[in-house]
């Protein structure tokens, strides 16, 4: 294998209570923090990856990203986070805050625009186009600063279903499970999916019903 190879982890964050009510976080000005359940699925992702050379931690830079990143990084020790705003989950403008359910019901066109062309988008919001090639952009660009090193990136639902869309050409049909972790080998632009949505280590949790809390466009 080429030493120019990055692998990157690519890690969901722990679930909060926002998860749980199916309300649609985006990137809403309260930034809810993991609640009880995600701070523990932390734990367990931080236990898996101890063993694991991560040569870095990168996140987003909102709360719940954070709070999971941190949390490996005390366990691997050594280790600085650093929050990159680009990674941040998909803009969803005048629906973020609102549960799935008010959303459809106040408004209906935004929120079936959520899944619709990859050109739509709700109103203040982003498409799934436009988060795609933010996220793209930066994921690469770190990956490039690590070539032959293993990366942990923390992200979110909306952001990892376009990186495997990017990676494979569709989105993910199933939920990204919270802390699960999924691997992907970057080298000249070009992604392999090694494997996707392993939460093995969660299996002892008691937490894995809980994981699928929230949904690929608003977590």
């Known amino acids: 294998m080429s030493s120019a190879v990055t692998t990157v982890l690519l890690v969901r964050h722990g679930e909060t209570a926002w998860n749980l009510q199916h309300r649609l976080q985006g990137q809403c000005e309260e930034d809810p923090p993991l609640n009880a359940t995600g701070k523990q699925q932390a734990q367990a992702l931080a236990e898996r990856l101890s063993t694991e050379p991560v040569a870095a931690i990168y996140c987003s830079d909102l709360q719940r990203t954070v709070q999971t990143a941190q949390t490996v990084s005390d366990k691997l020790q050594g280790h600085q986070i650093v929050p990159v705003k680009e990674l941040r989950e998909r803009h969803l403008g005048v629906l973020e805050g609102l549960t799935r359910s008010q959303a459809a019901l106040q408004y209906p066109n935004d929120f079936a625009n959520l899944s619709g062309a990859p050109g739509a988008k709700p109103q203040g919001g982003e498409s799934q186009s436009e988060v795609g090639a933010r996220v793209i952009s930066s994921v690469e660009r770190i990956a490039c600063q690590h070539p032959g090193q293993t990366i942990l990136l923390v992200l979110h639902g909306g952001v990892l279903h376009a990186c495997h869309r990017h990676a494979v050409g569709h989105e993910f049909k199933g939920k990204s499970i919270n802390c699960a972790i999924n691997v992907v080998k ?34």
């Open 186 to 219: 970057i080298e000249d632009q070009k992604w392999a999916v090694i494997s996707w949505n392993d939460a093995k280590h969660l299996s002892n949790t008691g937490f894995m019903a809980s994981a699928f809390g929230g949904g690929g466009e608003g977590g």
